[in-house]
């Protein structure tokens, strides 16, 4: 039964895979974005949310949407200013609704790969260069990029964090 | 207790047993430790039904009357756990421990000091869990299913809280080995697994079940500690981690546990059904296919208990059809169990009424199971007291009713002695009404919009609340009748035979009653004739 | 207050009122699912009958069967039990037939739920926030924003503080302070995400609820063809107050919405201490300011809200780590935060007399 339990795990990964489950955002090389077949005939529209959770700072997004064709590299401009006197770690968690689109949408460029520091009062301007797979199925027209900020305490925990990412995504 | 009373009457083989408290602290006999299970779980079945009290009590009328939002939090968290890990369980292992010796003509389990140790982690969990009510910040109130983040909120009791669920794992894991190390060892000769009484069949296939899916609940469980403690991030979004994913391993524990609690009690009415229809089970070998395929099919739908989650269309999709798609096996297991019914020559001892009460109210419960499996709907019916009607039709009528036949059933064998009929007789008509007046109501609050887990409620839910708390009261009080019954019993009454039942059959009624002390020392010879059927 | 409970009791417990009552109830009380007023909502509700007739006509034939059976082959009526165990033509058939039943189910239910996911094409998006214990919403194209949490009157009752019963006050426990307002024959996409636990939206007239879920968001959508007041609650356990964080949704025409987005933009913030404590902090710390120790401790005479007052805005702004202690600095206005901040070091006879500036709070940040 052991044995059972294990055999299910190949399984398991690939309807994950296929039906995204996890609910997390692809990443994909600038050369394998620039490939992609480009579907003009029709128009997605991304709607970008920001949230903020137990960070002293405000978050953005230029743009409200942005719209694209399926296959078409698209960007948006996000904005971060630390309102604190002092220098805050934050790192940005991405999330797609509907989930079931999470698996067509890839990023070249983020500023969620990466923790952000800023230092009492900065501000910085970030950009997000995304793509949507032109094979996601036409009813999907359109897209929520959400991204939440979470304070990090120090430094060391940054390290956990990249941690965990990777051995989170099983 | 039970075999104190006098069998030397009976036997003169060498029931060298030790005395006082060394014979049960230090007991290696099968029947004494199932004895001790089943005491366990009445305990706790007491308990846990203090606290639905609380609750119903509470959700008399609208208004905060007598607790805190907090403490009814508690309440429903800890009935849920103590129900299940400390009565329910215990009590299936219990029988279990009995009467699979007895069945298959073996002298006792495989493992008999492990058999000790299983039943004796009990007690000690169940104190780390009942104590954490005297801790700073009170006992864990995030509900049984321990959803974080919200879980992380408890107090001191967290700890304590986590390793009680490790506890219970563990000794269910290795109540679950020695099943099947017993059954797979210890059958008599001409035992085949196809002869093997229904009963033994469901526990095997719970035992497998148990032995799949503990080890996932620990694992959750464990990688909620280390996030509180210990700062991994498994379960917390800033961290990269994803609290859904916890919903998800906990529930591919959690759904394989609800056919864990339940199989035992199919297995048990299995047995009554043809004693008292004196005719043979019918279709005794899908009976054991349908088991062991809700055994398998309970492995992939999980996620039918967070359909809100907003997973992907697919995988809503995927666990709507295979949720569905368990409907077909149990309904074989009904229409078998009407067919055995048909053309019998039934009498209808306090066994076989409650037998039959599982048959109509399971099939409730299923009915409404099989609602709440379309996805669109159970957008609406999801978290409402209409779930709350469900899983309790499925458990009390189903399942303790089951187990409650069971004790009825086989406890003139245990004891030696007839129990009081018309005592049972009242015990099972006064439940049934009160359960269904507790119960049946609660479909209309969650329909109407009542969400569960609530301490207070607006005047439009007033009314069927208070009719279904007073079916609670009737029915919680109702149980004293079952010690009763039991207390009476074990002290004396009309001698039982030692088949007990006219159309019972099988080799745990060819053993005197109450049996020796160590059941089969030569092992029967199993025929055709002499097995189920 | 007591002669009524007493009245209600004996009312529920004399069982020929009862009865009478269960009569007339029908009419009253909802037994059923609402309908609701989406087209998908209605979608959903005929769902529920279509399934709840195919279950109620299994049932009448299976417990038709058992109790024809029980009544007819039954040993004191002199019934010989047979001694057949086995049909495989019948095993068979009780096979086949609930397969072909459930896929004729399917089909409907697999149709609605594609329908649920159509999220594209929204005129408006209304993101919804769950906090312990109170929602927030935000227009994201028209940057409105405020928080929804339960009315005075249902909490004051809630906590005894009333002299009214829970009986006086038809929406007790379902009115909030801030109802949230949709156009009618509109599609409308519905964001949700969470703060700090998860919680679930749910309005049993949209037909549907949906977990709100930190660092993640989920997305639904609805169309609204009645104007109305609908009300619902949060479906989620999410700690103490789980059952007292009501969702009013308020359907008006489209010029009606119109107007209400010109009242909120315009509408100076409101900032009193005293309501905003109610608004924030009462949940936990109570109104009169004696918390419910252990969990939650009193700010009457407490070290911090008597202190320094360095301390003071730090536990505000950062929240506590390990506690329902939230950090309320992203979610809350400097001038807001030093309304509270005063009310809390002057009230229940803190008295400290410290009059705390937008400012002040900004330097703490």
């Known amino acids: 039964m052991f044995g059972f339990g294990y055999a299910l795990v190949p399984l398991y990964d690939v309807f ?106 900065e501000t910085r301007e970030m950009k997000v260069r995304f793509i949507v797979d032109s094979k996601m199925p036409a009813r999907f027209s359109a897209l929520t990029l959400s991204y939440t900020f979470f304070a990090l305490p120090d430094a060391n925990s940054v390290v956990k964090v990249a941690e965990q990412s990777e051995r989170i995504k099983i | 207790m039970s075999e104190a009373v006098s069998h030397e009457d009976h036997h003169d083989d060498h029931d060298h047993k030790p005395t006082g408290i060394k014979r049960w602290l230090f007991s290696t006999n099968h029947k004494d430790i199932g004895t001790m299970y089943l005491v366990f779980a009445l305990i706790m079945f007491f308990v846990g039904g203090a606290m639905a009290m609380v609750i119903r009590a509470e959700l008399f009328q609208p208004g905060l009357q007598y607790v805190d939002p907090q403490f009814f939090n508690s309440m429903t968290t800890v009935h849920a756990l103590v129900m299940i890990f400390g009565a329910l369980m215990p009590a299936g292992v219990g029988l279990a421990n009995w009467m699979i010796p007895m069945m298959i003509g073996a ?79 210890m059958r008599a000769p001409g035992m085949t697994f196809m002869k093997l009484p229904l009963f033994v069949w469901t526990w095997i296939i719970t035992a497998f079940l148990l032995i ?99 997973m992907p269309l697919t995988g809503e999709l995927f666990f709507m059809y295979a949720t569905m798609s368990i409907a077909v096996p149990t309904g074989v297991k009904i229409f078998n169990w009407t067919a055995t019914m048909w053309k019998g020559s039934m009498t209808f001892e306090t066994p076989m009424l409650f037998a039959i009460g599982v048959l109509f109210m399971f099939s409730i419960g299923g009915f409404s199971g099989l609602m709440m499996g379309i996805t669109p709907v159970d957008f609406q019916y999801h978290d409402t007291y209409f779930i709350v009607a469900h899983f309790h039709y499925v458990i009390v009528p189903g399942i303790i009713y089951g187990v409650i036949g069971g004790v009825y059933f086989w406890l003139p064998k245990w004891t030696g002695n007839m129990y009081d009929e018309k005592l049972g ?71 039982a035979t030692d088949q007990v039942w006219e159309g019972a059959q099988g080799l745990e009624w060819t053993l005197s009653s109450p049996p020796p002390f160590h059941s089969f020392t030569v092992p029967p010879q199993v025929t055709d004739a002499s097995a189920h059927s | 207050m007591f002669v009524k409970k007493l009245r209600n009791f004996i009312r529920g417990a004399s069982i020929p009122a009862l009865l009478l009552w269960a009569g007339s109830a029908f009419a009253e009380y909802g037994l059923n699912l609402t309908r609701g007023v989406t087209p998908i909502s209605r979608e959903v509700y005929d769902l529920h009958m279509i399934i709840l007739y195919v279950v109620t006509v299994i049932g009448i034939a299976v417990f038709g069967v058992m109790i024809w059976s029980i009544f007819h082959h039954r040993k004191s009526k002199g019934a010989v039990a047979a001694q057949f165990h086995h049909s495989t033509a019948a095993e068979i058939t009780w096979t086949i037939i609930p397969i072909i039943i459930l896929v004729v189910l399917a089909i409907p239910a697999t149709k609605t739920l594609i329908k649920m996911e159509e999220t594209g094409d929204a005129e408006i998006t ?67 995400t969470a703060a700090d636990v998860i919680h679930a939206w749910w309005v049993p007239a949209l037909g549907w609820k949906r977990d709100a879920i930190p660092g993640f968001i989920n997305d639904n959508w609805t169309y609204i063809e009645e104007p109305g007041i609908y009300r619902g609650q949060c479906a989620e356990l999410c700690g103490r107050d789980h059952g007292f964080m009501p969702i009013v949704l308020n359907a008006v025409t489209k010029e009606e919405y119109e107007a209400w987005k010109i009242e909120m933009k315009n509408k100076p913030a409101e900032i009193d201490g005293e309501k905003l404590y109610a608004t924030h902090c009462s949940a936990c710390h109570q109104s009169n300011g004696q918390g419910l120790p ?63 500036t937008a400012d002040d709070v900004q330097a703490a940040r």
């Not at chain 1, 067509?104 to 990466?114: A, L, M, P």
């Not at chain 2, 563990?170 to 060892?185: D, E, L, P, R, Y």
């Not at chain 2, 280390?226 to 524990?253: E, I, R, S, Y």
């Open chain 2, 107 to 185: 002298p006792d389990m495989a493992m008999p000091r492990m058999n000790n140790m299983s039943f004796w982690i009990l007690p000690f969990a169940a104190t780390l869990l009942i104590a954490t009510f005297f801790m700073e910040g009170g006992a864990p109130a995030g509900g049984w299913t321990m959803y974080p983040p919200l879980v992380l909120q408890t107090g001191d009791a967290f700890p304590f809280l986590i390793f009680a669920v490790h506890f219970l794992g563990i000794s269910s894991i290795m109540g679950a080995i020695n099943i099947i190390a017993t059954v797979f060892n």
């Open chain 3, 126 to 192: 209304l993101k919804v926030t769950g906090y312990q214990w109170k929602w927030k919403y935000d227009y994201l194209e028209d940057d409105i924003s405020f928080f929804s949490s339960l009315d005075e009157r249902s909490n004051s009752i809630r906590k005894g503080e009333s002299e009214e019963s829970p009986e006086d006050y038809e929406n007790y426990l379902l009115e909030v302070d801030n109802p949230v307002v949709l156009p009618i024959n509109t599609k409308v996409r519905i964001l949700t």
């Open chain 3, 294 to 356: 252990p969990a939650f401790p009193a700010l009457a005479g407490s070290p911090i809200a008597t202190g320094p007052l360095a301390e003071h805005l730090d536990i505000v702004l950062k929240g506590k780590a390990g506690t329902a202690m939230l950090a309320y600095g992203p979610q809350l206005s400097n001038e807001e935060l030093a309304a509270i901040i005063t009310y809390e070091r002057n009230a229940w006879g803190n008295d400290t007399g410290d009059e705390i």
């Open chain 2, 425 to 495: 007789k009242l015990h099972f008509w006064i439940s049934t009404i009160s359960v269904n007046v507790l119960f049946f109501p609660q479909h209309f609050l969650g329909l109407a919009g009542m969400p569960r887990r609530i301490p207070d409620y607006n005047i439009q839910f007033a009314e069927w609340n208070m009719i279904s708390s007073i079916g609670g009261f009737v029915f919680g009080l109702s149980q004293l009748i079952l010690v009763w019954v039991v207390i009476k019993c074990v002290r004396g009454g009309e001698k």
């Open chain 2, 212 to 310: 799949a899916s503990m080890p996932v609940l620990a694992g959750a469980v464990t990688m909620l500690l280390t996030d509180k403690f210990f700062g991994t991030a498994f379960f917390n979004a800033a961290g990269g981690g994803d609290p859904v994913l916890f919903q998800h391993v906990f529930w591919f524990f959690g759904h394989p546990e609800v056919y864990i609690l339940v199989l035992p009690s199919f297995g048990i009415i299995s047995q009554i059904i043809p004693t008292f229809a004196r005719k043979p089970l019918f279709g005794y070998e899908s009976m054991v296919y349908a088991t062991a395929s809700i055994a398998f099919l309970s492995f992939f739908v999980w996620a039918h208990h967070m359909f809100t989650v907003g």
């Open chain 1, 16 to 121: 994950c895979e296929v039906t995204g489950i996890n609910g997390k955002t692809g990443t994909i090389s600038k050369e394998d974005a620039e490939q992609m077949l480009v579907d003009d005939n029709r128009v997605v529209t991304v709607l970008f949310d920001t949230n903020m959770r137990e960070i002293p700072w405000e978050f953005t997004a230029v743009e409200r949407t942005v719209s694209v064709h399926p296959g078409q590299l698209g960007e948006a401009t996000f904005v971060i200013k630390n309102t604190s006197d002092r220098e805050i770690v934050g790192q940005a968690v991405p999330s797609i609704a509907p989930t079931q689109a999470s698996i067509y949408f890839n990023k070249t460029e983020c500023f969620c790969f990466t923790q952000q520091t800023l230092a009492a009062g």
